[in-house]
């Protein structure tokens, strides 16, 4: 499929500049130029292969807004790589909460991210850890660093230094914008023009560039600051690509002074001219040295000065020696920017064990699939097989092979190989016994694009063994099968009863099967994959399930996605109710300390994973308030209470050891596998929380509507899944606060035993 490289933004732009570079280099790629990304409509990339340039001046007209724009338009797309510009961090000021959660969602919602420098990767992982700490380690896996195109231009020779009556000039390139080191700059030159080494020596200041929009007061102010200390300083206004060369041949000394770097085009620019700048220590301009020897002079902050002395007096050493080797090049760059792009946009993953006859039947039927966008792959997952599979039946589909030593049923551990192994914006999960229609993996890949969906096909039932050993060893096998076996009663009804899982509510995680799966990257990365300690047959698809749906995931089921499981279900074998009572009373027994929704643990039974999570503040609390409060949440139903280990000891060893109080904070694990968090500032008893301890539906809108925005009584509730839903878009969850008359005031010297009478 050809590469469609989108570069939006204005010609002058750092970001277009690059990506301008970098395309013809693609391999032939397709070239959008909008203005900015939000000009485009929600089609444009559909079913594309996309490379997206981005900072978010470029996308939208904020940060905020660009988190939609970036939905919309990419979402749509087959498969998306990112190339970030601009990371976010510490200088950024009032925008930095707002950007750090944009580039979060940016790599989230990308299949592969390209930034110029590791230290670009650390910033990076510094906003993902901060908004999305349980996906970090995932994204972060699949970053690539492609640094910033230099080239050294044909006209960038070393200049004789002429000393003459003109001024000496201390030179930094592009815009004017605060926090780009110029105050630095003027202070050091000043101080430069005074030492008695430059006696004689006349030094202005000079900026090749313009005023950035929003900040055309700084030149003024910087004239200015630079009067006051003795020197001039000016600023040359746009310089055409045709002037630059000589405009930066002509500098005394090149100097570059950010502090706060994510990475500099205007450094690589003074490089390819030839010059090599003086630049202030950082991470950044570090790498850069390591890189390329030779290439720049660093310097700390306190030296600028003195560093600048040096350069006036000697201006030769800030010309390039042909010793320096700098590099990539635009077409290394662009090369190995393909390179990352140009993956499959389905993965399919395929949990194997001793199973070779029905694997070639499934890679057979996967290399027949029809109308899938972006390119196919298949990872197999061996989950301990005395031999390993044989995958050559799949054609022009390239497979792999993955494989984990044998330590029982561990399904869920080989799904979860096969996924970090895996590529695609999409991961369909197929089992070793279950066989696609043509057109199931488009139909799934339709589903899952834009990354919020858990979507299940229609798993129908065959004889496929049957179908095999009819057909011979080379005979062709008769496809779809044509005498189905039953399906099972209570997937169907199911599904009837929910519309296919439109209007699934938190008992639906029921009806998610992961022999026929798909789940878009960013939600298996929000969800972090199956439990890999749930070993043994069945249970750990609930599990995925009920996490993805309070990760904020819309189920689906796509009846026309099919797939032929071999043999009935279990249900419907010969004597299967006992059979079907061992397993599903295992599977229950595996489930109930981890989901805790009570079709599955029941009532009254007590787990360290409890369905609702309460964190007391207790500061300055009586005892007795203490006693009081914590018995009115108990009375809540499945609830779990946190406090500091303090208070936790006022209360006593025998109550501290129940297995429903604990010490601390809770777990993330905790917090993500539980319906809702509570959590409570002030001494008030709890009369009521905005949902039935059995079984109501927290995930309701309802609930969401019970509460308030003002925190007059001091209980703040989170829903999970609403809050969840929020952080996947990329959006911050909005508090909700229990009204007051929910709650009722505990007095300071309560005594518990007149609260409980009153309370019965």
Known sequence: MTLLH??????????????????????????????????????????????????????????????????????????????????PQASDGRWRAA???????????????????????????????????????????????????????????????VQDRAPASVVTLGYVYPGKGLEEVVDAAARAARDPRLEGR???????????????????????????????????????DDDL????????????????????????????????????????????????????TLVLPDGLAEALV??????????????????????????????????????????????????????????????????????????????????????????????QEDRGFRAGAARNLGARAARGRVLAFLDGDTVPDDDYLATLQQACLGGTVLAVGRRRHADLRGLLRGAGREGAVPWPPAEPLPEPGWLTQGYAATQDLEAADDTSFRFVISAVMGVGRPLWEAVGGFDEELVGYGGEDWDLAWRAWLAGARLRHLPAAVAWHDGADLGGRQEASAELA????????????????????????????????????????????????????????????????ASLEELGAEVAGSGRLHAGL??????????????????????????QPWPSDLSDADVTGDLVDEAGSGVRV????????????GHLPVPGWLPQACVEPVPVDVVVERWRQGHP
């Not at 979402?75 to 601009?86: E, F, K, M, S």
């Not at 489930?591 to 029941?602: C, K, T």
């Open 718 to 729: 989170t829903l999970t899944r609403t809050a969840a839903t929020a952080r996947l878009a």
């Open 202 to 240: 006349a030094v202005e200041v000079r900026n090749l560039g313009r005023a950035s929009d929003g900040h055309e007061d700084l030149p003024a102010r910087l004239a200015d600051r630079a009067r006051a200390a003795g020197v001039r300083w000016s600023t040359s206004g746009w310089v055409d």
């Open 310 to 403: 040096s350069a006036l007096q000697d201006p030769s050493g800030t010309w390039l020696g042909p010793q320096v080797r700098l590099g990539p090049d635009a077409a290394g760059a662009g090369a190995r920017l393909a390179e990352v792009a140009h993956g499959p946009a389905v993965s399919v993953v395929v949990p194997y064990y001793r199973n070779q006859e029905l694997l070639d039947l499934l890679l057979r039927r996967v290399a027949a699939q029809a109308g899938v966008a972006g390119g196919l792959e298949v990872v197999v997952a061996d989950d301990g097989s005395p031999r390993p599979p044989e995958t050559g039946s799949a054609g022009q589909v390239p497979v792999r092979v993955v494989r």
């Open 582 to 645: 061992r397993v599903k009373n295992a599977e229950t027994a595996r489930l109930a300390p981890r989901l805790p929704h009570p079709l599955v643990r029941g009532r009254g039974w007590v787990h360290d994973q409890p369905d609702v999570v309460v964190v007391l503040h207790p500061d300055g609390w009586s005892a007795g308030q203490l006693v009081v409060v914590t018995e009115s949440l108990l009375r809540q139903g499945d609830v779990g209470i946190w406090m500091p280990a």
């Open 99 to 161: 950007r750090t959660r944009l580039y979060a969602t940016l790599a989230a919602h990308s299949d592969d991210v390209v930034v110029a420098s590791e230290h670009e990767r650390l910033l990076l992982a510094a906003a993902l850890r901060h908004e999305r700490p349980e996906a970090a380690d995932a994204v972060l896996a699949r970053v690539h660093v492609i640094p910033l195109p230099v080239q050294r231009s044909a006209a960038a020779e070393p200049r004789p230094h």
């Open 6 to 87: 989108v570069v939006p933004g204005p010609e002058a732009h750092g970001v277009v500049r690059h990506g301008l570079l970098v395309h013809p280099h693609l391999g032939g790629a397709d070239l959008l130029r909008p203005g900015r990304l939000d000009d485009l409509g929600g089609d444009a990339l559909a079913a594309r292969t996309v490379v997206v340039q981005a900072t978010d001046r470029v996308l939208a007209a904020d940060p905020v807004t660009a988190v939609e724009v970036w939905h919309r338009v990419t979402g749509p797309a087959a498969r998306v790589t990112v190339v970030l510009h601009d990371l």
């Open 666 to 691: 809770p777990a993330a694990r905790v917090r993500r596998r539980a319906r809702a968090l509570v959590e409570v500032d002030r001494p008030v008893a709890v009369l009521r929380l905005p949902w």
């Open 245 to 296: 060369p000589a405009a930066l041949a002509a500098a005394t000394v090149p100097v570059a002074a950010h502090r706060h770097l994510s990475a500099s085009g205007s450094i690589s620019t003074w490089l390819a001219a030839g010059r090599r700048p003086v630049v202030l220590r950082s991470r950044y301009t570090e790498e850069l040295a390591a890189r390329m020897p030779d290439a720049v």
